[in-house]
């Protein structure tokens, strides 16, 4: 099954059914699918009037359904083929976990097995990003607290080890190159040095960022061979890229949003907002906006108007709009 541009698009903004409800639109902050397609996890974002972290579930990547659990919140996701499992970060309570699941779709064979903890967990850090490298048969994890041990990494996503990571950053998103073999991490907080690499996932190495965001997330293009990495703050500069993980070149982003995801999808890189804007990138040297959701938008501002009428005050903030109540 082949999901051309127009349905990518509307994956990062699912129609997510609650209940037999109508349907709302909520941006998701990640998204991954089984090796054939016919399983499909997201976690939406927080947002004006979604609380965020949870997990949605779709059997076609067009409907999608909100998976009922114990977790308080759900945080990253991805899948290793080789293995049959998804991994997932969560928090239960106050403390992050992961959790993994078995599936299987073999031959027609289907087995769709239940969460379940691993058996141990190095660090109580606040883990942020996960993903997987099935030329080395590892996941690697990153956090964005932690002393010197804000990696973790695993061959079965049971048993984890930390490894020590260079810098005591605020590591939010981790992604791995095939063909450089190569982890690269980013993160929100440091003074130049928001970057770092690694072969193996152990021995890890700095490397300076062209500009000091807060950067949220990263991945990948197999087809251009770079890295992009988009960031929740910054003016105009809000997109960065690199060829081998050393040397970054920022890039003008056509608007100044609160960019929380970014993926690599068959001839484009997408990345989309906590406010739901979507960009896009043949190149990634050139961006454009992705048609805006009416309904989507109609929701927004009717939020914003009730809002307006109802709180004691309201902030504009970077292009975000924050409302609060005050008893």
């Given at each position: ?39 499909f ?10 609380s ?40 239960i ?30 660090s ?23 002393n ?31 063909e450089?073999?190569?982890f690269?991490?980013?993160s929100?907080?440091?003074n ?34 770079v ?10 500069n ?36 906590r ?53």
């Amino acid at each position: 099954m082949a999901y051309e541009c127009s349905d990518f698009i509307n994956m990062l903004k699912p129609n997510i059914q609650d209940n037999g409800a109508i349907g709302t639109e909520y941006p998701v902050k990640c998204i991954c699918s089984n090796s054939n397609l016919n399983l499909f996890y997201g976690i939406t974002s927080k947002t004006l009037f979604e609380s965020g972290g949870k997990l949605i579930t779709s059997n076609d990547g067009v409907t999608w359904h909100k998976e009922q659990s114990d977790v308080s919140e759900w945080v990253s996701i991805c899948y290793s083929g080789e293995l049959g499992i998804f991994c997932a970060i969560v928090r239960i309570a106050d403390s992050y976990r992961i959790i993994i699941k078995e599936h299987y779709h073999v031959y027609g064979y289907h087995e769709d097995r239940k969460w379940r903890l691993p058996y141990h967990l190095p660090s109580n850090n606040t883990w942020e990003s996960i993903c997987w490298s099935p030329e080395l048969g590892l996941f690697c994890a990153v956090a964005s607290t932690g002393n010197s041990n804000q990696i973790m990494t695993s061959s079965d996503g049971t048993y984890w080890k930390t490894q020590c990571s260079p810098l005591n950053n605020e590591w939010q998103s981790i992604c791995w190159s095939p063909e450089l073999m190569l982890f690269c991490a980013i993160s929100s907080t440091g003074n130049g040095n928001q970057i770092m690499t690694s072969p193996n996932g152990i021995y890890w190495t700095t490397h300076c960022s062209p500009v000091i965001n807060e950067w949220s997330s990263i991945c990948w293009s197999p087809k251009l061979m770079v890295f992009c990495a988009v960031s929740s703050t910054g003016n105009n500069n809000q997109i960065m890229t690199s060829s081998d993980g050393t040397y970054w070149t920022t890039l003008y982003n056509p608007s100044n949003a609160e960019w929380i995801y970014i993926k690599w999808h068959k001839y484009n890189f997408y990345a989309i907002a906590r406010s739901g804007e979507i960009m896009s990138s043949y190149d990634c040297n050139v961006w454009q906006m992705e048609n805006e959701n009416k309904e989507y938008n109609d929701k927004y501002n009717e939020e914003v108007m009730r809002i307006l009428t109802t709180c004691k005050y309201f902030i504009p903030d970077l292009g975000k709009i924050i409302g609060k109540y005050i008893n």
